[in-house]
Structure formats: structure tokens, C-alpha cells
């Protein structure tokens, strides 16, 4: 099946300083990648679309001020953390549909923890 | 929006059991998908399934589009079935998932 990698998969920060998290697809090429969040014990929820050469699309309440999405290769899709502060601990997880395939598959996640 | 609700939310099995994981949402949906996270958080692609039944090892799962719902088959459980399984809709073409609450399962030795 399509792989899909994420880097780091654990970060430690303090509050206030920014924190990049890689999404690749290691075996296709993905036009559009997604961003999801999950709080301990929750479910997942969207944050955002991101898409190949072209701004992200966030979903309501998210801040893409504070959330920075850049989709500058068919492989690869980074969000950055802006100023992080302790609420934005949490667990991001990417995922992508390869082509002509109608399921989607997700990386192993990264665990974000702000000091 | 599309809501997406699973029952029960937690369960808890003896090895061997059978168990049945239910997904009801609220609107007509283009792609219906069942999700297993493993204690690490991965997620694991278990059914793409937006009508019909499909079976996979022990694994089965049914979707009455008609009905809105879909279900999840467990039989004879085992430990490495704990974890938490997620049913995730997609609304219309464009691969947006909203997943559901999630019903987190215990298989007991």
C-alpha cells in the first residue's frame, strides 16, 4: 500500500518558539495532502488542505496565521507551528489519497508538546 | 455540517468474543472508510466501504447507504485488536474526511 512519513515523530518546545512537521508521500505523488489534530482521547479533526503550488484551505476557526501550510513539491507538505503555546499540544497526523485511489492514507503522526 | 456518530464509545471484550461497532451519520456520502489506531496513534486503513459488504480476515463491514449507517464486524477477538476504530465519511468528491467519536475497544487475555 501507499506510505505516507512524517518527521519528527515526537517535539519537545517551549512556548513561543515555532515548530516545523514534515508530511511526504514516499511511493506517489500527492497534489493535496490533509492536516488533522487530535486532543488525547478525541477524535480527529481537519485542519486544513493542503495543495500543490498553491495556497492551503483551512477550516473554520483554525488560524493559518498561526498555522503555516506550504505544499512546494508533489511529495512533500509542511505545517509549522507559530509561537507555540501550551493549548497547542496535540497530536498531527497528515494523510493523502494517492492517485485514482479512493482511500486515503496517513502518516504516523507527531506528537507536539509545548513547555 | 455532515454529523457522524459511533456507539458504543467503549467496549470491552474477552478474547474470542464477537463484537459489532456501529457508524451512523447524517447525510448522503460519497465515500464511507473504517479506521483502526493502534495504541502508537497510527491509523490503519481498514475498509474503503461506501455501500455493500466486504470481509477481510475477521474483519467484516456492512454499509446501508440507504439507512445511513455502517457497521463493523469483529469475530474472535484478540489482544491486538485493542485500540481505538474511527468510521470517516467523505461528503462529496475531493477526499475531505470527517471522522466520527470513535468507540475505543479493550480486548482482555
Known amino acids: 500500500g501507499a506510505v505516507v512519513s512524517q518527521h519528527p515523530s515526537r517535539v519537545i518546545c517551549k512556548s513561543g518558539t515555532s515548530v516545523k512537521i514534515e508530511c511526504r508521500s514516499l511511493?506517489?505523488?500527492?497534489?493535496?495532502m490533509f492536516w488533522y489534530r487530535q486532543f488525547p482521547k478525541q477524535s480527529l479533526m481537519l485542519m486544513a488542505t493542503?495543495?500543490?503550488?498553491?495556497?492551503?484551505?483551512?477550516e473554520q476557526g483554525v488560524e493559518k496565521d498561526k498555522f503555516l501550510i506550504n505544499h512546494a513539491s508533489l511529495t512533500l507538505s509542511t505545517l509549522t507551528v507559530t509561537s507555540a503555546h501550551p493549548e497547542d499540544s496535540s497530536f498531527y497526523i497528515c494523510s493523502a489519497p494517492p492517485p485514482g485511489v479512493k482511500t486515503q492514507y496517513f502518516g504516523p503522526g507527531t506528537r507536539l508538546l509545548v513547555l | 455540517g455532515i454529523q457522524v456518530e459511533q456507539s458504543p464509545p467503549d467496549l470491552i471484550l474477552q478474547e474470542g468474543a464477537n463484537s459489532t461497532l456501529r457508524c451512523n451519520f447524517s447525510?448522503?456520502?460519497?465515500?464511507l472508510q473504517w479506521f483502526h489506531q493502534n495504541p502508537w496513534g497510527q491509523l490503519i486503513n481498514l475498509f474503503y466501504i461506501p455501500s455493500g459488504t466486504k470481509q477481510n480476515g475477521r474483519l467484516s463491514a456492512t454499509t446501508v447507504a440507504t439507512e445511513r449507517y455502517s457497521l463493523l464486524y469483529i469475530s474472535s477477538s484478540q489482544t491486538t485488536d485493542s485500540g481505538v476504530y474511527f468510521c470517516?465519511?467523505?461528503?462529496?468528491?475531493?477526499?475531505?474526511?470527517?471522522f466520527g467519536g470513535g468507540t475505543r475497544v479493550l480486548v482482555k487475555p
Open positions: 511511493d506517489f505523488q500527492a497534489t493535496t
Open positions: 470517516a465519511v467523505e461528503l462529496a468528491a475531493g477526499n475531505k474526511l470527517t
Open positions: 493542503s495543495n500543490e503550488g498553491s495556497k492551503a484551505t483551512y
Open positions: 447525510d448522503s456520502v460519497n465515500n
